[in-house]
């Protein structure tokens, strides 16, 4: 009992000193459920996140953009790569964190459960939804776990690289026909929304927010996160000529931010509860494409295997 | 024809079978077997893109009516793309996509290997650039025959069947029409005649270690270089080209 809570306590000093919890560190349980729990659900929004994008791949009106996408897509199943291998070291393996994203057991960032109806739904993903994962994961650069830490480090990179890309699909299409612009205001309509939810509940309502602060797994609220985001973003819509759907978005000379609508936190929940737009179609498609690929993995693993024996049979002959 | 124009028109077969196999290849972004393939076959794609961006500027120029490189990817309907059969035919499963993949590579490696010497110094230096990407591609495709051949009952009966679906469409890489000959003539390209041999014996030998057999077809389907392309290269463009057409003479 004495050394659970000397560890406990050497444990919290450290955080309190700001140095890197690593693998091979104690660390209580909860605090690796809360990491295992976050780090993969990054992983999955990542994964499934590839999803609603990859649904313009085959239709990018040109062969640049059509590169750019695809290379961004391919990022993010980069970044689900290292964040499954940063969960793996809590001692965790992939296959049961995918199980746990298809059984529902794991959530995914709920963004990923609208659909993408236009080519401006790329530029608007790209500019709020990656603009909002950037705001999170630049704090979460700092997080107090080692492996998560520097994941960011390298993910926050390409993030923004995303962003700006994001951004110059609105701005071209800003620039463009009538139609193009209504196109680019019809995403922000759609988008806007749904990228504030991303920050999670509200800062009364969020059950983790609390103790993650504590272990310095969060550095800061899910509110001061989104509104870090509204101030960034409001001035870039401006610039793009594109209205904010939000009819009490106003500036606040006093405080030097933004003050903005309720959000329709039903809504949220719905989809949290797995009854937005895309929910089903996202992990069914996530089920089928493991599923289709069981023989496939089957195939390279007894083929590994094979080799293995041959080898080893020839070393006895040898 | 001129020289330059006829030039142009063979650049536009390399340059559609990159595009249409990229195309194809990018459609399994995001619903790979195993994260670490969808991000290989993604490669493959990005490779295959930039390949085609090159070869089609460069086609674009020598036709010399201003056509960008997206003016020919999305404003030409089927019977003007010049892309063999093969690389139009659907992804199928895994094992489809393999075959198709490696039956091609192995055709474009050996291309490749020879173009690098063509007389046209500009696309010469093109393939030098794509060689490098094919070997890689080959080294892919060749493995994963050797895998899914020589790995379970499943998948070696699922590979065997991908290769009796495409065999038919080997034939047209190494056959060659009258423009192939002229391009071999200048000295531009391959005599395709030559490259008959070397390529069945280097699809051969990774069969053979896959402990797969080599169909045994007595047909060979023709058509795609000259404009007559199988049922499903339409629905390819048009996904493709769909902005392209239903929002004509924008900038994206």
Same mark, same amino acid.
């Given at each position: 009992?004495?050394?659970?809570?000397?560890?406990?306590?050497?444990?919290?000093? *450290?955080?309190?000193?700001?140095?890197?919890?690593?693998?091979?560190?104690?660390?209580?349980?909860?605090?690796? *459920?809360?990491?295992?729990?976050?780090?993969?659900?990054?992983?999955?929004?990542?994964? !499934?996140?590839?999803?609603?994008?990859?649904?313009?791949?085959?239709?990018?009106?040109?062969? $640049?953009?059509?590169?750019?996408?695809?290379?961004?897509?391919?990022?993010?199943?980069?970044?689900?790569?290292?964040?499954?291998?940063?969960?793996?070291?809590?001692?965790?393996?992939?296959?049961?964190?995918?199980?746990?994203?298809?059984? =529902?057991?794991?959530?995914?960032?709920?963004?990923?459960?609208?659909?993408?109806?236009?080519?401006?739904?790329?530029?608007?993903?790209?500019?709020?939804?990656?603009?909002?994962?950037? %705001?999170?994961?630049?704090?979460?650069?700092?997080?107090?776990?080692?492996?998560?830490?520097?994941?960011?480090?390298?993910?926050?990179?390409?993030?923004?690289?995303?962003?700006?890309?994001?951004?110059?699909?609105?701005? &071209?299409?800003?620039?463009?026909?009538?139609?193009? @612009?209504?196109?680019?205001?019809?995403?922000?309509?759609?988008?806007?929304?749904?990228?504030? %939810?991303?920050?999670?509940? #509200?800062?009364?309502?969020?059950?983790?927010?609390?103790?993650? %602060?504590?272990?310095?797994?969060? $550095? @800061?609220?899910?509110?001061?996160?989104?509104?870090?985001? !509204?101030?960034? &973003?409001?001035?870039?819509?401006?610039?793009?000529?594109?209205?904010?759907?939000?009819?009490?978005?106003?500036? /606040?000379?006093?405080?030097?931010?933004?003050?903005?609508?309720?959000?329709?936190?039903?809504?949220?929940?719905?989809?949290?509860?797995?009854?937005?737009?895309?929910?089903?179609? $996202?992990?069914?498609?996530?089920?089928?494409?493991?599923?289709?690929?069981?023989?496939? $993995?089957?195939?390279?693993?007894?083929?590994?295997?094979?080799?293995?024996?041959?080898?080893?049979?020839?070393?006895?002959?040898? | 024809?001129?020289?330059?124009? *006829?030039?142009?028109?063979?650049?536009?077969?390399?340059?559609? /079978?990159?595009? !249409?196999?990229?195309?194809?290849?990018?459609?399994?972004?995001?619903?790979?077997?195993?994260?670490?393939?969808?991000?290989?076959?993604?490669?493959?794609?990005?490779?295959?893109?930039?390949?085609?961006?090159?070869?089609?500027?460069?086609?674009?120029?020598?036709? =010399?009516?201003?056509? #960008?490189?997206?003016?020919?990817?999305? +404003?030409?309907?089927?019977?003007?793309?010049?892309?063999?059969?093969? !690389?139009?035919?659907?992804?199928?499963?895994?094992?489809?996509?393999?075959?198709?993949?490696?039956?091609?590579?192995?055709?474009?490696?050996?291309?490749?290997?020879?173009?690098?010497?063509?007389?046209?110094?500009? +696309?010469?230096?093109?393939?030098?650039?794509?060689? *490098?990407?094919?070997?890689?591609?080959?080294?892919?495709?060749?493995?994963?025959?050797?895998?899914?051949?020589?790995? &379970?009952?499943?998948?070696?009966?699922?590979?065997?069947?991908?290769?009796?679906?495409?065999?038919?469409?080997?034939?047209?890489?190494?056959?060659?029409?009258?423009?192939?000959?002229?391009?071999?003539?200048?000295?531009?390209?391959?005599?395709?005649?030559?490259?008959?041999?070397?390529?069945?014996?280097?699809?051969?030998?990774?069969?053979?270690?896959? &402990?797969?057999?080599?169909?045994?077809?007595?047909?060979?389907? %023709?058509?795609?270089?000259?404009?007559?392309?199988?049922?499903?290269?339409?629905?390819?463009?048009?996904?493709?080209?769909? +902005?392209?057409?239903?929002?004509?003479?924008?900038?994206?």
């Amino acid at each position: 009992m004495e050394k659970l809570h000397d560890l406990q306590q050497a444990f919290q000093a *450290k955080i309190d000193a700001d140095e890197k919890i690593e693998p091979k560190d104690w660390m209580p349980d909860a605090y690796r *459920k809360t990491l295992i729990r976050q780090i993969s659900q990054h992983a999955h929004s990542e994964i !499934v996140g590839m999803l609603p994008e990859g649904n313009w791949i085959s239709r990018a009106p040109s062969l $640049r953009r059509k590169v750019a996408l695809l290379a961004k897509v391919q990022d993010e199943a980069g970044h689900g790569l290292y964040l499954y291998s940063a969960a793996e070291t809590l001692g965790i393996d992939r296959e049961t964190l995918i199980d746990d994203l298809h059984t =529902g057991k794991a959530k995914y960032s709920s963004i990923f459960n609208y659909p993408t109806l236009s080519w401006a739904d790329i530029g608007a993903i790209g500019w709020l939804v990656d603009g909002a994962a950037i %705001m999170n994961q630049v704090m979460l650069t700092r997080t107090s776990y080692g492996p998560y830490a520097r994941a960011m480090v390298r993910i926050c990179k390409e993030e923004s690289f995303h962003q700006r890309q994001g951004y110059e699909i609105l701005l &071209t299409l800003c620039r463009g026909s009538e139609a193009q @612009k209504e196109m680019a205001q019809d995403a922000l309509n759609r988008w806007w929304w749904p990228s504030l %939810m991303m920050f999670g509940p #509200s800062d009364k309502e969020s059950q983790h927010t609390e103790q993650s %602060m504590l272990w310095k797994i969060k $550095r @800061k609220t899910n509110d001061e996160l989104r509104q870090q985001f !509204v101030d960034a &973003t409001v001035p870039q819509a401006e610039f793009l000529g594109l209205s904010i759907p939000d009819p009490d978005l106003k500036w /606040n000379e006093e405080t030097g931010h933004y003050e903005f609508g309720e959000i329709n936190w039903d809504e949220f929940w719905q989809v949290v509860k797995g009854n937005g737009p895309c929910n089903r179609e $996202r992990i069914k498609a996530r089920i089928k494409a493991h599923e289709e690929g069981a023989w496939v $993995r089957e195939a390279a693993m007894a083929y590994a295997k094979k080799r293995k024996e041959r080898a080893t049979a020839a070393q006895k002959v040898a | 024809m001129e020289t330059s124009t *006829k030039l142009g028109a063979y650049l536009l077969r390399l340059g559609d /079978n990159t595009l !249409v196999l990229g195309q194809r290849l990018a459609e399994w972004c995001g619903h790979g077997p195993v994260l670490e393939q969808d991000i290989a076959l993604t490669n493959i794609s990005l490779d295959l893109f930039g390949q085609t961006r090159s070869l089609l500027q460069y086609a674009g120029e020598l036709e =010399g009516k201003g056509r #960008s490189e997206d003016d020919l990817a999305f +404003l030409r309907d089927v019977r003007e793309f010049r892309n063999c059969l093969l !690389v139009e035919q659907p992804n199928g499963d895994f094992a489809g996509t393999i075959a198709r993949q490696f039956l091609f590579d192995s055709f474009h490696y050996l291309l490749l290997e020879f173009l690098c010497d063509s007389t046209d110094k500009h +696309l010469a230096s093109i393939a030098k650039k794509s060689l *490098k990407e094919v070997t890689y591609h080959l080294r892919f495709s060749s493995e994963w025959m050797i895998r899914l051949g020589d790995g &379970t009952e499943v998948s070696h009966h699922k590979i065997q069947a991908a290769l009796e679906d495409l065999w038919d469409y080997t034939g047209e890489l190494y056959t060659p029409d009258e423009l192939d000959s002229e391009m071999a003539f200048l000295g531009v390209a391959p005599d395709l005649n030559k490259l008959r041999e070397p390529y069945l014996r280097k699809v051969e030998a990774i069969l053979d270690t896959a &402990t797969l057999r080599k169909p045994a077809s007595a047909f060979l389907q %023709m058509g795609g270089k000259t404009g007559r392309h199988s049922e499903h290269l339409g629905h390819l463009l048009a996904e493709m080209q769909f +902005l392209q057409r239903a929002y004509p003479g924008l900038t994206w």
